[in-house]
């Protein structure tokens, strides 16, 4: 009877594990299938190549233009520049934690660095507004305290937890034999990591960085209160201290003032689909490595 009844329990674990599997799938296909249903009618009124070519976001003049390319851009100014500060600070802070610290110091280090994922991105975005920008402004000599390179900052920030935890897990997975080992032909303990344990751990790191990516290209609040929101071209490392516009920012400033079923409400679920596709494609390739032969997994 005991039996029984743990293989009725065994049996519907694993059917609910398959139906959340298989419900999570589905979500996502629905999610791209909304996005195409509503998003392909604008190839009526724009053809794709005007839409990636395009340097004017103008949805509301007459004739309405709806180039993606300064969305584009700006979301990865924004991100690219968030990027350059995440890794370091994010890889930096993982081997510090996996590696340096003492076991007392790892017990509230990784969950602090954590806690920086609860904070709403709003807090985040009131912070960069009032108080971040317009000092940098002032010692920067800047026209206006909203720019891309605060945006990148501030992303920064949201996505080192992510780069940290993930990359914090893929160096204690490497084996402690492979240190050990290492220090017993006389490396030093920074050999050990620099040479042994960082490449041991290379695809779990690469895929923090990629899922980092994934956190500061989706994020969208903060970017919509800092920076500037203007949908211009930025040209070069000049483009870092102008207003640009990002993706997500642009659906979330207008798609609640947009008429349905119109060429600006098509443009706007057309930008969500590029979005997607950028976000999952990411992903994937984060997925990729993390899984491939050879390297350590999480």
Same mark, same amino acid.
């Given at each position: 009877m005991r039996k029984t009844t743990q293989r009725i329990q065994e049996w519907v674990m694993e059917? &609910? @594990?398959t139906l959340a599997g298989i419900a999570a799938i589905v979500f996502v296909l !629905? @999610? +791209? #299938? +909304? !996005? *195409?249903r509503d998003s392909l009618p604008l190839l009526h009124t724009a053809s794709p /190549? /005007? =839409?990636l070519t395009d340097t004017r976001w103008l949805p509301t003049s007459e004739p309405p233009r709806f180039g993606l390319l300064p969305l584009l851009l700006g979301s990865l100014y924004v991100t690219f520049g968030a990027l350059v500060l995440a890794v370091p600070l994010g890889l930096g802070c993982a081997v510090f934690i996996a590696e340096v610290a003492p076991p007392r110091w790892r017990e509230w280090l990784k969950p602090a660095v954590? =806690? !920086?994922a609860a904070v709403p991105s709003v807090v985040f975005g009131f912070v960069g507004m009032l108080m971040v920008g317009p000092w940098l402004a002032e010692r920067l000599q800047l026209p206006i305290g909203q720019f891309a390179a605060l945006g990148s900052l501030l992303l920064a920030f949201m996505a080192i937890p992510t780069i940290v935890s993930v990359a914090e897990d893929a160096l204690t997975a490497v084996p402690r034999a492979l240190r050990d080992n290492s220090l017993a032909m006389g490396a030093t303990e920074w050999q050990t990591i620099s040479r042994i344990t960082v490449p041991a751990a290379r695809s779990g790191i690469i895929a923090a960085c990629l *899922? #980092? *990516?994934g956190r500061a290209i989706g994020e969208t609040m903060t970017v919509l209160m800092? &920076? #500037?929101n203007a949908a211009v071209i930025p040209h070069g490392l000049a483009g870092f201290m102008q207003p640009v516009r990002t993706m997500t920012a642009t659906i979330a400033a207008e798609m609640g003032e947009t008429a349905y079923h119109t060429p600006h409400y098509y443009a706007l679920f057309m930008v969500g !689909? *590029? =979005? +997607?596709g950028i976000t999952l494609v990411t992903n994937m390739i984060a997925d990729v490595i993390v899984h491939r032969a050879g390297g350590v997994k999480l």
């Open positions: 059917r &609910t @594990i !629905l @999610i +791209f #299938g +909304f !996005l *195409l /190549a /005007a =839409l954590e =806690l !920086l *899922l #980092g *990516l800092v &920076t #500037g !689909l *590029l =979005l +997607f």
